[in-house]
């Protein structure tokens, strides 16, 4: 069975820090998918990016990068230069190609900024 | 604009009276799911249809029912059999039921039994 943990329940920086969101995986395919989705006070989740198991390449965009690697089969998510609009629960999922072909969603990891 | 809709935003229910939750796509996505998020807890799936007509059982399916007849639409029925329905429900779409696709969600409806 798949399942996905992410043990930081929370994290609080002040801005301008640079914070890593954790996230590991467990999943019997050999082809999966990796998501991250941010989830804003308002509720609607909003899809960061996409990972697929073949491509290892860390990805960056602006000031978030993600690091995948298989080998500790781990997923993290890397705010650099964190800002107030950063605050939100950041959520980690995963989809395996076989299968129900749904998400199953990590427990989230709230970021709090501080001015 | 395109976009999921869902509503009302917030819900009150009486214990033992079924309640409908309403989801709308405009998006010409064939995948609807449905999920569940309790305070400090992920997202668990409680529905999801791949196709108009069709539809499986999520993690969590009990206490709950679903209907996709038309492709736009997904509602979602909280019954009187699910004892704890105070949650906050989010409904998302797909372009297909493919592992890789993204899904879009709408922005939740806050269910509370009185």
């Known amino acids: 069975a798949q399942k996905v943990t992410q043990a930081q329940t929370e994290i609080s920086v002040v801005e301008k820090e640079d914070v890593t969101l954790d996230c590991v995986y467990e999943?019997?395919?050999?082809?999966?998918?990796l998501f991250w989705y941010k989830q804003p006070p308002s509720g609607e989740l909003v899809f960061l990016i996409r990972r697929n198991s073949f491509d290892e390449q860390n990805e960056i965009s602006g000031r978030y990068s993600w690091n995948f690697q298989k080998s500790t089969s781990s997923f993290n998510f890397t705010i650099t230069a964190s800002q107030v609009v950063d605050s939100a629960v950041y959520f980690c999922?995963?989809?395996?190609?076989?299968?129900?072909?749904?998400?199953?969603f990590g427990s989230g990891t709230r970021l709090q900024v501080q001015p | 604009d395109g976009g999921i809709t869902q509503s009302p935003k917030y819900l009150f229910r009486k214990e033992g009276q079924n309640v409908t939750l309403s989801c709308e796509q405009n998006l010409n996505h064939d995948a609807m799911y449905w999920y569940r998020q309790d305070p400090g807890q992920g997202l668990r799936l409680i529905y999801y249809s791949q196709i108009v007509n069709d539809f499986q059982k999520g993690d969590i399916a009990e206490g709950y029912s679903v209907s996709r007849e038309k492709k736009e639409s997904f509602p979602l029925t909280v019954t009187s059999a699910q004892k704890n329905p105070t949650a906050f429900y989010l409904c998302a779409s797909s372009i297909e039921g493919l592992a890789y696709n993204e899904q879009f969600f709408g922005p939740g409806t806050r269910l509370t039994v009185l």
């Open positions: 999922a995963l989809s395996e190609a076989t299968g129900r072909r749904a998400l199953t």
């Open positions: 999943t019997r395919d050999t082809t999966y998918y």
